[in-house]
């Protein structure tokens, strides 16, 4: 996943994306001699449902889905296919993976396609698809971070919910210490995405680029400082440290072992997989803050609808990726269809938002609502053109510190190394920051 010739500095980005804008699909979607069928891959659930809409209005442009893989391994296959010169039209591609198909010439400067939804978006979450002046996608799903907790079990506990990290941290030692057995949340090791959200809330980002070069600096003191917090709950034990998404961790919540999650959006779909026992007994707050009164989240997740650069339908494809993710019918089906939390500020306020998940308890019906305001609130995060070595290291890293009970801070020195090593060895210009 990373670019070797391709980048010999950072200002190829603005070079690719003029590329980029020359390419063949340059011209306006009414130009097209004949139906244009472009092709789109994508994990959304029933996402060829809500291409059904769009096609049965769109008779000259249709759109056909494919599901090649998710996540980092749809990033592989989309980088593949670019090389041997037949990628998709459009592409789902998230927010971290989004610098490295840039890097790599893969997707196209959509700039001047994009000005009439400018506005649907927020200043953090556009920034999450801008690089430079450029745009290189439409924002299609956020996953702003927020605290979950079972209600009942606060209750029973006679706790109150954090509002601070410092609450939280007095709050996991009370609960371990009334019962050895019962913690208040967890740490996960091998979730990276996690952990930058949190770093993100702090202030703190792994990456900058000035235009010319690109800063590196995943140990700076907002890193830390979130490491060191988790660091110390870790050691002492006052919080659970097993591996989320297995078995173990699923009984754990089943069984109210773990009160809380501190997670995104998202989670009341996870927990009534993964806790099924524990319907409508969970509800959501924000996450705590670092300074008392303040409303500041990160992301956990997020994609964007990406057009290819050798597409010879740009502004075609520009055309379907704004209607899916701004206009109503669009968001509509993400919502409905998929399951999807919209990156844009209308779809948060859409009326498909309307029916609380049944996880949670019946006071919080305004959950969408919640969310909404606390999205608002979220800072954003630069992404880097090798966040795959990144997350490696972090998982290598902060393993080997769970295990061995050595410190987190480490860990980031660690990541800071593989990173600037690997952006050197591609050809990447790094300045200190």
């Known amino acids: 996943m990373r670019s070797k010739k391709l980048a010999r500095t950072a200002g190829v980005m603005f070079l690719i994306g003029s590329l980029a804008a020359c390419s063949g699909g340059s011209g306006s979607a009414g130009s097209q001699e004949g139906p244009v069928t472009l092709s789109f891959w994508s994990w959304v659930p029933n996402i060829d449902k809500v291409v059904a809409t769009w096609n049965s209005s769109h008779p000259d442009i249709q759109v056909e889905v494919s599901k090649p893989a998710q996540g980092d391994a749809l990033t592989t296959k989309i980088l593949a296919a670019d090389k041997a010169g037949n990628p998709p039209d459009l592409m789902q591609a998230e927010y971290q993976t989004l610098p490295t198909l840039v890097t790599n010439g893969v997707v196209a400067d959509v700039t001047s396609h994009l000005e009439s939804v400018r506005g649907q978006f927020s200043d953090t979450v556009w920034s999450q698809v801008t690089f430079g002046d450029k745009r290189y996608g439409v924002p299609q799903d956020i996953g702003p971070m927020m605290f979950f907790y079972r209600k009942d079990l606060f209750a029973k506990y006679d706790l109150l919910v954090p509002t601070t990290w410092a609450e939280y941290a007095a709050t996991a030692e009370a609960v371990h210490a009334k019962d050895p057995e019962v913690h208040l949340g967890g740490f996960s090791a091998a979730d990276p995405g996690w952990f930058t959200g949190l770093v993100s809330q702090a202030g703190g980002s792994w990456w900058s680029f000035d235009g010319t070069s690109w800063g590196v600096r995943a140990d700076d003191a907002a890193g830390t400082k979130v490491a060191d917090f988790w660091d110390g709950l870790v050691r002492e034990g006052s919080i659970d440290s097993s591996a989320w998404w297995t078995p173990e961790w699923n009984s754990k919540l089943d069984q109210g072992k773990i009160l809380s999650w501190v997670s995104a959006v998202w989670a009341p779909g996870v927990l009534s997989g993964s806790a099924p026992k524990t319907g409508g007994k969970w ?76 996880i949670l308890s019946a006071d919080q019906a305004d959950f969408y609502t919640r969310a909404e305001k606390i999205a608002a609130g979220a800072r954003a995060f630069t992404w880097g053109p090798n966040v795959n070595v990144a997350y490696s290291a972090f998982n290598d890293a902060f393993g080997k510190a769970v295990q061995n009970r050595t410190a987190f801070s480490a860990g980031l020195r660690s990541i800071q190394t593989a990173v600037v090593a690997d952006m050197k060895k591609s050809g990447f210009t790094i300045s200190e920051r």
């Open 283 to 358: 509800a959501a707050a924000p996450l705590p803050q670092w300074r008392s009164g303040e409303n500041v989240t990160g992301f956990w997740g997020g994609s964007s609808t990406a057009v290819a650069a050798r597409s010879k339908h740009v502004a075609a494809a520009a055309q379907f990726a704004q209607w899916l993710n701004t206009d109503p019918a669009g968001v509509k089906g993400l919502i409905a269809q998929g399951s999807v939390y919209p990156a844009s500020t209308s779809g948060q306020s859409s009326p498909a938002l309307s029916e609380t998940p049944e």
